[in-house]
């Protein structure tokens, strides 16, 4: 049978099919933090069970962490009570911990593929809808609920359906200053926020083979919000690059033995998607969302379309745009180039890139959080922060700090926000925010020019 | 998990597509280490005012529509995997929520905490919106087994679609730990016999 790269690592993976049920498949890695953890930790002690394999967890503190003295105790009382839980449980049931001050530490999702814990053809779940991030190594990766948690802290599998199969497939060249982040703009854009809901989606052609690693966990990170459990993209030599001689990667014999499994991982050519969707690379330019879902996303340059919609228009009431309005030129007094989508060092040596040498605008807060404290060090190290301090940028410790608000870190109410983030929803960066989503490049740019700016028109570095 | 069979209720209508879990439970208000009283908080940014007061207009606080039937818009639940969006809907006393479509992972968590997540078609969605503004009595009527929903008043007899396993799981309250659990030694079998992982 001709089977898809899906296939492939989700039959591996299967322990047993209930008869007219669900699959019981097994999770190669579970990556952990300290909001949807405590419950599942709690489950298992009041069941009285132990974790079954904890040395297939691995945990970090980031959702709700400060940005700023993480060496201090943390102000916030329920803050501090979630990461001393997560301490406290990590140490009681054997899970290895990388907390506050430690140099592993960082968003999870930038954390575990830097670490070499995510590696092609695995299982991966975490308590976060962006784990999707990870199929960027060719692996199945997806974000689960609490109750899962504790399935996998108990079992080390999840009793689930396999999902359907769907391929977008980009082909060509992008054009110049489009990145990652507006490939997957774009798509959400074409195919809606509940395009891919019930599928797994796998991203093949041109345009992926030819991406950076930081490029392709951008594009997969965003698989949820087309509603699709995960997306991923197959593993070739840039993966193989990529993963080789990191800390956790697999060495000598054992690597040659992971590769050549690896260099199975294709899809086969036969195979058969559920659905699939082709799109030209050259179709694509510099995106920004108008709206309160990743779906409602433009061309920079086009105008926001006029829809006869309550929810549309309840939508475009939230964030005081008009129908047919050009968002170019709209004043912007935030910029935030962070989050699981846009926080790896690639993204910020291309904002560093637009900003070299300038000044942020005088209206402008902009803040800049490393993924982890190792993007923090080697942004450091490749003086990317000089850049960023000279020009009067924010620069903060890692965290997913003003992606979702949940730290101090928040945009005011009414205040828009160009961000690298991955959702526009109504109060995501704090109540009464309104947030733009946009490239590294075209965050940089807003944040020198404290305006829109149509970075097709204008001369780049 | 408490189980679930059949419910009669009055429900709450909620017509706004794409409710992420934003908006059922912030960000902000995660910061708990146990599953109780989020329902406090359960579309914290729609019911209360910037002052913190309740907003009049929001359908919550509008004592026509009261029930533990909540019918929303399509693609109800996308965004963030938070269970507590489950939680809370389930805390303030919702027990099962109509919908065209529901994003995965709330389906998923939904079902964990006993709450039962029903899709109709559409254009049957935007009826029973406008039936529940006109009539906000209307009794719905929840049959699991017979995968059934009824709204006599309208004449409306709606079968619905419901992972088998699922559904025993909810009918007997039970959970996918307890079953987990107890298939240990396959598990183990597994995992010696597989050498990909």
């Not at chain 2, 818009?73 to 479509?101: M, P, Q, T």
Request: net charge negative.
């Amino acid at each position: 049978m001709h089977k898809t790269l899906f296939d492939k690592v989700w039959d591996a993976h299967v322990v047993e099919t209930i008869p007219d049920g669900p699959q019981i498949l097994y999770i190669d890695k579970h990556l952990i933090h300290e909001v949807t953890s405590p419950q599942a930790f709690a489950e298992l002690e009041q069941r009285g069970i132990p974790l079954a394999r904890p040395e297939k967890t691995v945990a970090t503190a980031d959702h709700n962490v400060p940005t700023i003295d993480q060496h201090l105790t943390i102000k916030d009382a329920l803050s501090r009570k979630q990461v001393q839980m997560l301490t406290e449980n990590c140490e009681k049931h054997g899970v290895t911990l990388y907390g506050l001050g430690h140099p592993y530490q960082g968003i999870v999702h930038v954390m575990a593929p830097e670490l070499g814990i995510t590696q092609p053809g695995m299982t991966m779940v975490c308590g976060d809808s962006h784990t999707s991030t990870h199929g960027a190594f060719g692996t199945i990766a997806f974000g689960i609920g609490t109750s899962q948690v504790a399935q996998v802290f108990a079992s080390q599998c999840l009793l689930l359906n396999k999902p359907k199969k769907m391929r977008i497939n980009v082909n060509g060249a992008l054009r110049e200053n489009v990145l990652p982040k507006d490939v997957i703009l774009y798509i959400i854009a074409k195919l809606g926020t509940n395009s891919g809901t019930g599928h797994f989606v796998e991203y093949a052609g041109d345009v992926f083979e030819n991406m950076s690693m930081e490029g392709r966990m951008t594009v997969c990170n965003m698989s949820i919000e087309m509603g699709a459990r995960g997306g991923m993209i197959a593993p070739d030599e840039t993966t193989f690059e990529y993963v080789k001689g990191k800390e956790f990667a697999p060495k000598g014999e054992e690597w040659e033995r992971k590769l050549a499994l690896w260099k199975t991982l294709k899809t086969d050519k036969n195979a058969t998607f559920d659905v699939e969707y082709e799109f030209d690379a050259a179709d694509i330019s510099p995106m920004i969302t108008y709206g309160t879902n990743p779906g409602m996303g433009i061309k920079i340059g086009e105008r926001i379309p006029s829809l006869e919609d309550p929810s549309f228009e309840k939508s475009l009431k939230y964030m005081d745009l008009e129908k047919g309005q050009d968002l170019v030129g709209q004043v912007i007094n935030y910029v935030f180039i962070g989050s699981c989508t846009n926080s790896r060092i690639e993204d910020f040596r291309i904002a560093a890139s637009q900003i070299k040498g300038k000044q942020k605008a005088k209206n402008v807060t902009a803040l800049i959080v490393p993924g982890s404290q190792q993007v923090a060090k080697q942004i450091k190290e490749e003086g990317l922060q000089d850049v960023f301090e000279a020009a009067g940028f924010e620069i903060r410790q890692s965290g997913c700090s003003a992606c979702l608000g949940m730290n101090e870190d928040k945009i005011p109410a009414g205040e828009y926000c160009v961000s690298t983030s991955n959702r526009n929803f109504e109060g995501r960066q704090g109540p009464g925010a309104r947030t733009f989503l946009a490239s590294p490049l075209v965050a940089a740019v807003t944040a020198v020019e404290g305006r829109i700016v149509d970075v097709t028109q204008m001369e780049l570095a | 998990m408490q189980k679930f069979t059949t419910l009669t209720s009055t429900a709450v209508p909620l017509p706004i597509e794409n409710i992420d879990t934003d908006q059922i439970i912030p960000a902000r208000f995660l910061k708990a280490t146990d599953k109780k009283g989020f329902g406090e908080n359960l579309f914290r940014d729609w019911r209360y005012t910037k002052a913190g007061d309740l907003n009049p207009n929001f359908v919550l606080n509008d004592t026509t529509y009261s029930g533990s039937v909540l019918v929303a818009g399509e693609n109800f639940g996308c965004g963030s995997s938070r269970e507590h969006a489950a939680w809370a809907l389930e805390d303030y006393g919702f027990k099962v929520i109509i919908s065209s479509f529901f994003a995965d992972i709330f389906k998923g968590n939904a079902l964990n905490n006993g709450i039962l997540p029903i899709i109709i078609p559409e254009d049957k969605l935007k009826a029973l919106l406008r039936e529940i503004h006109a009539q906000p009595k209307i009794q719905f009527h929840v049959d699991l087994e017979h995968q059934e929903l009824v709204v006599e008043d309208l004449g409306l007899r709606e079968k619905f679609e419901i992972d088998p396993y699922k559904k025993m799981c909810l009918i007997n309250g039970y959970d996918d730990i307890d079953f987990l659990v107890s298939k240990s030694e396959v598990i183990a079998a597994f995992e010696k016999q597989n050498t990909t992982v």
